[in-house]
């Protein structure tokens, strides 16, 4: 069965730190781009950030560059996304995805997702 399980989101006070994960099985994460999309309350969707499928490349929405970081374990087949520095601001669901070649658009990652995790909620408020 084809799908990615998030983890570790929670409530997190502003300056604080979060490391999110998504664990994907029934398809191996080396094939493709591997990334974190988010929504906010009456808000689009918006990318985050992935490492591109083709060439490795890390790419960062302008709004958390220096901020998060994305990894990838590729014997455990999980991508992390280490958050620090949060602000009220980056409180929204968390939506790991993977697909096709990524690209910037207006400041965010974008790339064509073929699969969704559930999301996982962050929540930074004091």
């Known amino acids: 069965q084809v799908q990615l399980v998030e983890s570790g989101g929670g409530l997190v006070q502003p300056g604080g730190s979060l490391r999110l994960s998504c664990a994907a099985s029934?398809?191996?994460?080396?094939?493709?781009?591997i990334g974190w999309f988010r929504q906010a309350p009456g808000k689009e969707r918006k990318g985050v950030s992935c490492?591109?499928?083709?060439?490795?490349?890390?790419y960062y929405a302008d709004s958390v560059k220096g901020r998060f970081t994305i990894s990838r374990d590729n014997a455990k087949n999980t991508v992390y996304l280490q958050m620090n520095s949060l602000k009220p601001e980056d409180t929204a669901v968390y939506y790991c995805?993977?697909?096709?070649?990524?690209?910037?658009?207006?400041?965010?990652?974008?790339?064509?997702?073929?699969?969704w995790g559930q999301g996982t909620q962050v929540t930074v408020s004091s």
């Open positions: 995805a993977a697909g096709g070649e990524a690209y910037y658009s207006s400041g965010y990652v974008s790339y064509d997702v073929s699969k």
């Open positions: 029934g398809f191996t994460l080396d094939y493709e781009t």
């Open positions: 490492i591109n499928s083709i060439d490795g490349r890390t």
